[in-house]
């Protein structure tokens, strides 16, 4: 008798020592809220200007850099009084003060999505691209250089 009450003992701790494990290594609800937090904190958060600088580098890097170079590059946001082709209203802009080539780069932010349309080199007709601020961060915005070179080229568009 006493050797089934002490296998019935052993058998019950063994079973609570199971079940306190399986408990302790579960995540809590808060800790997969904090993961869930934590993973979309990661994504960077661009301003439009940044934005901006992001798709003309995807767009056309040389344009961009060498307006940048010469203090050409302008920034603005369409407004209803402005001369645009149609489906850009509520657009941003770069363009080259200059506009010696006819380049503009369209540009908007919709969840996560970057939506580009442009011309270039005295070709009227818009091209759209659309690409992720994933794709554009992971491009351009990646290391310590690149972030250094997005925001210096922020910090030397002019605006309207």
Not at 11 to 18: D, E, K, M, N, P
Not at 131 to 140: A, I, M, N, R, W
Request: hydrophobic fraction near 35%; aromatic fraction near 8%; glycine fraction near 4%.
């Amino acid at each position: 008798m006493k050797r089934k009450v002490i296998i019935t003992i052993i058998i019950l701790i063994s079973c609570l020592w199971i079940v306190v494990t399986i408990n302790f290594n579960r995540p809590s609800p808060q800790q997969v809220q904090d993961e869930t937090q934590s993973s979309q904190q990661l994504r960077p958060k661009f301003t439009d200007q940044q934005i901006g600088v992001l798709a003309g580098l995807a767009i056309s890097p040389e344009w961009l850099k060498q307006n940048i170079a010469v203090n050409q590059l302008v920034y603005g946001i369409v407004k209803p009084s402005d001369t645009v082709p149609t489906g850009v209203d509520d657009y941003s802009y770069l363009v080259a003060a200059d506009d010696q080539d006819g380049t503009v780069i369209f540009f908007k932010e919709e969840d996560q999505t970057v939506i580009i349309k442009y011309t270039s080199q005295h070709n009227t007709k818009l091209k759209t691209k659309n690409l992720t601020l994933t794709q554009l961060s992971k491009e351009f915005y990646q290391t310590g250089p690149q972030k250094k070179q997005v925001d210096d080229y922020v910090e030397r568009l002019r605006t309207e």
